[in-house]
């Protein structure tokens, strides 16, 4: 798995990103986006996976659209991403868009490591998982949803439960005293999802700073 470091390597906040091929190029104008909004110094650390929806999926699943069925290569993913975060004086924070925000959020339930979620139109129409998170604890303090506005309408049956499934997974997080938002934002999937995703990063490292200052 390719890694990459942007930013101040001895920064005390670090964001870490699961992408792919297509969201490489907009890496920059994400981390550009942080920077207008948040003074402290941070890095982010990318973790280029190969096969999408094997590598980020929490388990096996069929395919809702086209042929390519989902795998269950989430738990690989996130035993390199732990072996990456070692230094425990250094606080870290997930996050990721589409299958990457599903995968971020999945990785609180399994680990403390994460101070808080980014999860940008994270894909939970995902089979299983709005039950997974009924029967599980998360064991991060903030989590940071949102959908586009127009995503759940869609002609695709499964696809098309990712509203009810967020509202459901905000409700159930807000019961269970986790601070969760829920930003709906205008346009499909595929709008802006650079800008989606340092919204996300933004919330939950504001958040945790306005705590402690407190």
Same mark, same amino acid.
């Given at each position: 798995?390719?890694?990459?470091?942007?930013?101040?390597?001895?920064?005390?906040?670090?964001?870490?990103?699961?992408?792919?091929?297509?969201? #490489?190029?907009?890496?920059?104008?994400?981390? +550009? *986006?942080?920077?207008?909004?948040?003074?402290?110094?941070? !890095?982010?650390?990318?973790?280029?996976?190969?096969?999408?929806? @094997?590598?980020?999926?929490?388990?096996? +699943?069929? *395919?809702?659209?086209? =042929?390519?069925?989902?795998?269950?290569?989430? *738990?690989?993913?996130? $035993?390199?991403?732990? =072996?990456?975060?070692?230094?425990? /004086?250094?606080?870290?924070?997930?996050?990721?868009?589409?299958?990457?925000?599903? %995968?971020?959020?999945?990785? +609180?339930?399994?680990?403390?490591?994460?101070?808080?979620?980014? +999860?940008?139109?994270?894909?939970?129409?995902?089979?299983?998982?709005?039950?997974? !998170?009924?029967?599980?604890?998360? &064991?991060?303090? $903030?989590?940071?949803?949102?959908?586009?506005? @127009? #995503?759940?309408?869609? @002609?695709?049956?499964? !696809?098309?439960?990712?509203?009810?499934?967020?509202?459901?997974?905000? *409700? !159930?997080?807000?019961?269970?005293?986790?601070?969760?938002?829920?930003?709906?934002?205008?346009?499909?999937? %595929?709008?802006?999802?650079?800008? &989606? /995703?340092?919204?996300? %990063?933004?919330?939950?490292?504001?958040?945790? @700073?306005?705590?402690?200052? #407190?």
């Amino acid at each position: 798995m390719e890694v990459r470091e942007y930013g101040n390597k001895t920064a005390r906040i670090v964001l870490v990103q699961p992408v792919g091929d297509h969201d #490489e190029k907009l890496t920059e104008h994400e981390i +550009a *986006a942080i920077r207008e909004g948040y003074s402290e110094e941070f !890095m982010m650390v990318t973790f280029k996976v190969d096969d999408w929806n @094997r590598e980020l999926s929490p388990w096996e +699943a069929p *395919a809702v659209f086209g =042929r390519e069925n989902f795998g269950c290569g989430a *738990a690989d993913t996130l $035993r390199e991403i732990i =072996r990456y975060c070692e230094d425990r /004086t250094k606080t870290y924070y997930i996050g990721g868009y589409s299958l990457a925000g599903l %995968f971020a959020l999945w990785a +609180a339930y399994q680990t403390d490591l994460f101070r808080g979620v980014a +999860a940008a139109s994270p894909s939970m129409w995902f089979p299983g998982f709005a039950g997974y !998170m009924r029967e599980h604890e998360i &064991r991060s303090r $903030r989590v940071y949803l949102s959908l586009g506005d @127009r #995503e759940e309408k869609t @002609r695709n049956p499964v !696809m098309a439960t990712v509203g009810d499934r967020i509202r459901e997974a905000h *409700a !159930m997080l807000r019961e269970r005293t986790i601070e969760c938002t829920l930003e709906w934002n205008e346009g499909n999937h %595929f709008a802006n999802a650079d800008l &989606r /995703t340092a919204r996300a %990063f933004l919330w939950v490292m504001q958040g945790e @700073r306005d705590r402690l200052s #407190e």
